[in-house]
């Protein structure tokens, strides 16, 4: 599985961004959990959110909670991750992930996961 991100970009706080990952080598027929990560510098690795796609199941770090969703495509190859109400803390280079497996929960608190993206940067001043 190979994982590629866009739609990094600059912002100024209380706007928005669209991230998008389009992932190729997967297998729709099997389940996955896709997350999104982020890395500011400096600082470690931080989950912002994930997405199990036996289900659609969701799941947020509390700091997003309210101002970010996650989404596959309707192509389910892509995910997608609609940030609102940016503050500059947001600011950080962003990776998507991806794991085979039956649910995301423990793979999304352990960062766990078998494939990750090269990263796109979001920066909000």
């Known amino acids: 599985v190979q994982l590629v991100e866009s739609g990094g970009g600059s912002v100024q706080a209380g706007g928005s961004l669209r991230l998008s990952c389009v992932a190729s080598?997967?297998?729709?027929?099997?389940?996955?959990?896709l997350g999104w990560f982020r890395e500011a510098r400096g600082g470690g690795r931080e989950r912002v959110a994930a997405?199990?796609?036996?289900?659609?199941?969701?799941e947020y770090a509390d700091s997003v909670k309210g101002r970010f969703t996650i989404s596959r495509g309707n192509a389910k190859d892509t995910l997608d991750l609609q940030m609102n109400s940016l503050k500059p803390e947001d600011t950080a280079m962003y990776y998507c992930?991806?794991?085979?497996?039956?649910?995301?929960?423990?793979?999304?608190?352990?960062?766990?996961?078998?494939?990750w993206g090269q990263g796109t940067q979001v920066t909000v001043s």
């Open positions: 992930a991806a794991v085979r497996t039956n649910h995301c929960g423990w793979h999304f608190q352990s960062g766990v996961f078998d494939y």
């Open positions: 080598g997967y297998h729709d027929s099997q389940n996955y959990c």
């Open positions: 997405i199990y796609t036996g289900d659609d199941t969701t």
